[in-house]
């Protein structure tokens, strides 16, 4: 395996020893940089300790200071395009969090883009929302460990920052010189071999061999030869004893990959290695004595297996007498930018374009465009860390030469298509804007009354954006409803589509009739005509230069 694969692990854990999940009364809020013009600014954070006091924080390009993984001095965003003008982030009630700005820079939730002030839901731990800067910088809200700064150094290797790889590195730390059997639990591609290496080489074993093997791929005939070894003549075509895999790992670990594929009677034959410490060969009669530590992965329903009776209960209990759980990607959006960018530089590398990750001008566009961030932190990823690298490498191998990164029209229905319903959030966070609020009344001009977003029939919704040629804000206004409210009704009205629903192909048909003009595609698609903006550039679609001269 490569060793840049064996360098990405990041889990969450819960063991029966050693620390415990922090409660959620010691989690405090903070933001993470998932996108920027300047790679090398990824992953950097902000702990929100004011927000968890009860005081606001003011963010904008000068203040305040994000600080790197293994870097005692920070920097703010620094960018040209967030403007001077504070952004507040203050405590909301009931334990969410408010964001707002009355003017300066374009701020997103998502897809959705806030005017004024918005209230966001309290956060769990799993959850992550998506905050877009001028369409530049993304930004992640999510919870960290009271205390942890996260700049400390790292022993085993991994790459992330959140607060799942820092539970990790605690458990690794408690369990790694112990001597006793460990049970890995997580979904396919969440890195459950790259822990069993780390918890190889951080016990005393380190110097011993590490054995990995997939029960999966094992006939169910052989695996017991292959595990424990064979005296000659045991079976046809046995011409020679065989060591097997045990005392092939002696004084090292034995990695068992696919636990749950294990057969009844190789099932039978671990508890009794476990217990006992020895092992038969088969077609012997002499017990081996064996010395070797045994980690155990699976994917699998163990319980639900063991109620069908198809995997036996003492092994289960023998093995997880000691537990790491590994929780899916969805569930750590912090780390989705910086794994990105980890396994971007790896192949960028590898192809010599290693360059193309320093700092450019600062006036261009951003190498990787903030939509297409928001698109990877709001992607389910069924198949975890490793579809991540997968989606990495497609990515950059289509927008070779470009100077961005670009969606092909496969890759975008992908993604498109793996993403959940609603304006913010990835994952566990869609549907954190709680109550949107519009700016408040310019000096002189008295407030309009407002109605209640729920008071907005379906008809109504479509006749205000018809009359207002699609823009979100000029509707909201007709309607009489807090600007960024207008999205929550949209996703409550079934037959009115966002520029995030369309499919790629109906966008290039339109583009190709209408020549790239954009007010003309958007009355046509009859979606926003900044939303569809950000998908044709998304897509690599130049808009017509009339078009995006015109006034809006």
């Given amino acids: 395996m490569a060793s840049g694969l064996r360098d990405s692990i990041d889990a969450s854990t819960e063991i029966p020893r050693g620390p415990r999940a922090a409660p959620l009364e010691a989690l405090i809020p903070a933001l993470t940089i998932a996108a920027h013009p300047d790679p090398e600014r990824i992953g950097d954070r902000l702990v929100l300790d004011r927000i968890a006091a009860g005081r606001e924080v003011l963010l904008s390009r000068g203040s305040p200071e994000f600080l790197g993984a293994g870097r005692a001095l920070g920097a703010p965003l620094a960018d040209r395009f967030v403007s001077r003008t504070p952004i507040r982030v203050e405590p909301?009630?009931?334990?969410?969090?408010?964001?707002?700005?009355?003017?300066?820079?374009?701020?997103?939730?998502?897809?959705?883009?806030?005017?004024?002030?918005?209230?966001?839901?309290?956060?769990?731990?799993?959850?992550?929302?998506?905050?877009?800067?001028?369409?530049?910088?993304?930004?992640?809200?999510?919870?960290?460990?009271?205390?942890?700064?996260?700049?400390?150094?790292?022993?085993?290797?991994?790459?992330?920052?959140?607060l799942?790889?820092?539970?990790?590195?605690?458990?690794?730390?408690?369990?790694?010189?112990?001597?006793?059997?460990?049970?890995?639990?997580?979904?396919?591609?969440?890195?459950?071999?790259?822990?069993?290496?780390?918890?190889?080489?951080?016990?005393?074993?380190?110097?011993g061999p590490f054995v990995s093997v997939n029960l999966a791929t094992i006939a169910r005939e052989l695996?017991?030869?292959?595990?424990?070894?064979?005296?000659?003549?045991?079976?046809?075509?046995?011409?020679?004893?065989?060591?097997?895999?045990?005392?092939?790992?002696?004084?090292?670990?034995?990695?068992?990959d696919e636990l749950g594929e294990a057969s009844p009677e190789v099932q039978a034959s671990l508890?009794?290695?476990?217990?006992?410490?020895?092992?038969?060969?088969?077609?012997?009669?002499?017990?081996?004595?064996?010395?070797?530590?045994?980690?155990?992965?699976?994917?699998?329903?163990?319980?639900?297996?063991?109620?069908?009776?198809?995997?036996?209960?003492?092994?289960?209990?023998?093995?997880?007498?000691?537990?790491?759980?590994?929780?899916?990607?969805?569930?750590?959006?912090?780390?989705?930018?910086l794994l990105f960018h980890h396994f971007a530089r790896e192949e960028l590398v590898a192809i010599g374009d290693g360059d193309r990750l320093a700092p450019a001008d600062p006036l261009a566009d951003p190498w990787l465009p903030a939509s297409v961030m928001v698109r990877l932190l709001r992607y389910r990823w069924p198949g975890n860390i490793r579809q991540l690298r997968n989606v990495t490498r497609q990515l950059l191998i289509a927008s070779r030469g470009r100077p961005q990164l670009q969606l092909d029209a496969?890759?975008?229905?992908?993604?498109?298509?793996?993403?959940?319903?609603?304006?913010?959030?990835?994952?566990?966070?869609?549907?954190?804007?709680?109550?949107?609020?519009?700016?408040?009344?310019?000096?002189?001009?008295?407030?309009?009354?407002?109605?209640?977003?729920?008071?907005?029939?379906?008809?109504?919704?479509?006749?205000?954006?018809?009359?207002?040629?699609?823009?979100?804000?000029?509707?909201?206004?007709?309607?009489?409803?807090?600007?960024?409210?207008?999205?929550?009704?949209?996703?409550?009205?079934?037959?009115?589509?966002?520029?995030?629903?369309?499919?790629?192909?109906?966008?290039?048909?339109?583009?190709?009739?209408?020549n790239g003009d954009l007010d003309r595609m958007s009355a046509h698609l009859e979606v926003s005509r900044r939303a569809l903006g950000r998908r044709v550039k998304e897509l690599g679609l130049e808009p017509a230069a009339a078009a995006q001269d015109r006034p809006r």
Wanted: glycine share 14%.
């Fill in 164 to 207: 799942g790889v820092a539970r990790l590195r605690r458990a690794i730390a408690q369990v790694a010189d112990l001597q006793v059997p460990v049970l890995i639990r997580g979904e396919t591609g969440t890195g459950k071999e790259l822990v069993s290496r780390a918890l190889h080489a951080g016990g005393p074993r380190r110097h």
């Fill in 271 to 337: 508890l009794r290695v476990l217990e006992t410490g020895e092992l038969y060969p088969v077609g012997g009669d002499t017990p081996v004595t064996t010395d070797v530590r045994v980690i155990a992965a699976t994917d699998a329903d163990l319980d639900a297996q063991i109620r069908d009776g198809r995997f036996k209960a003492p092994l289960l209990h023998r093995l997880a007498g000691c537990e790491l759980r590994l929780p899916p990607l969805r569930e750590r959006p912090e780390d989705i930018g």
């Fill in 223 to 256: 695996a017991a030869s292959e595990l424990f070894g064979a005296v000659r003549g045991a079976f046809t075509g046995a011409t020679r004893d065989r060591d097997g895999l045990f005392r092939a790992a002696r004084g090292g670990t034995l990695f068992l």
């Fill in 410 to 514: 496969r890759l975008a229905a992908e993604l498109t298509a793996g993403a959940p319903e609603g304006p913010a959030g990835p994952g566990p966070g869609t549907g954190h804007i709680l109550t949107p609020e519009a700016p408040a009344a310019s000096p002189g001009k008295p407030s309009e009354a407002r109605r209640r977003p729920a008071e907005v029939a379906e008809p109504e919704l479509i006749a205000a954006l018809r009359a207002n040629a699609w823009d979100l804000k000029a509707a909201a206004d007709h309607l009489g409803i807090p600007r960024a409210s207008i999205y929550h009704v949209i996703a409550r009205c079934p037959n009115v589509r966002t520029a995030g629903d369309l499919a790629p192909a109906e966008i290039e048909r339109c583009h190709r009739e209408y």
């Fill in 92 to 162: 909301a009630v009931g334990g969410g969090i408010r964001i707002a700005c009355e003017a300066g820079t374009t701020i997103a939730i998502g897809d959705a883009e806030v005017a004024g002030a918005i209230d966001l839901a309290p956060l769990g731990p799993a959850d992550g929302v998506p905050i877009v800067l001028a369409d530049r910088v993304v930004l992640v809200l999510h919870l960290v460990e009271r205390g942890d700064d996260g700049i400390g150094g790292d022993p085993y290797g991994m790459v992330g920052r959140g």
